[in-house]
């Protein structure tokens, strides 16, 4: 089976504060991605990394950045948290054609 | 705008029933479809696959794609309490690179 992990389930962090999210897959695929999902927002692609060092803005990059330094870890980084940035985070890795997730991390900025 | 829609529901049905779902799709270069059931406060998790036109089928659930009128659907036969979730419909194709484009959710309702 398919392992996404990512390193924590709930997170709380304060406003300003640089919040890092880690996702580890253990399939050796190429493609990662990171999603927030919102109530009657659905699910929205942040940053997507198709091979190591290799990353492409997604639909709502704005206030995040992503590092992939090998191919089964890719980290999303929040520069300065802010509230609106409360969400759950979900990550997922892809071999083609399918994707399969991560538990999710609930974020919560206070 | 590459869009994927479906109805939110929510969508409520007989213990025993056939749920039907819904997704339309905006791009015709979509090449690969899927179906996540997602429970509340839990990720999505991948139930169903489909590639080419017609019915694909895997227990309870079948997965409906019709290309030329750019509809997927899932079918859920003998519908249980436990299936009650929300029902995302991904797509991917050549036009989106490597990404999917999710539709919002489909959240189904099973009565006992």
């Known amino acids: 089976d398919v392992k996404v992990t990512q390193s924590s389930r709930y997170l709380v962090k304060r406003t300003g504060e640089k919040v890092f999210l880690e996702c580890v897959q253990d399939?050796?695929?190429?493609?990662m991605f990171w999603y927030r999902q919102d109530p009657g927002l659905g699910l929205r692609l942040i940053y997507f990394?198709?091979?190591?060092?290799?990353?492409e803005k997604g639909d709502i990059p704005e206030g995040y950045s992503v590092s992939r330094e090998k191919k089964e870890r890719f980290s999303l980084i929040l520069e300065s948290a802010s509230t609106n940035q409360t969400s759950m985070y979900l990550c997922a890795s892809s071999y083609l054609p399918k994707a399969f997730f991560g538990q999710g991390t609930r974020l919560t900025v206070v | 705008q590459k869009e994927v829609e479906q109805n939110s529901g929510p969508l409520s049905v007989p213990e025993g029933a056939i749920a039907s779902l819904n997704c339309t799709y905006s791009d015709r270069g979509s090449q690969s479809f899927f179906w996540y059931r997602q429970y509340s406060g839990k990720s999505p998790e991948l139930i169903m696959s489909?590639?080419?036109?017609g019915d694909k089928e895997d227990g309870r659930f079948t997965a409906q794609l019709n290309k030329a009128s750019q509809y997927v659907s899932l079918l859920i036969r003998d519908s249980q309490p436990s299936d009650s979730a929300t029902y995302l419909c991904?797509?991917?194709?050549?036009?989106?690179?490597?990404?999917?484009?999710f539709g919002p959710g489909t959240r189904l309702s099973v009565l006992p």
């Open positions: 991904a797509v991917r194709g050549d036009n989106y690179g490597q990404n999917f484009v």
């Open positions: 399939m050796d695929h190429e493609n």
């Open positions: 990394s198709y091979d190591v060092k290799m990353k």
């Open positions: 489909i590639y080419s036109n």
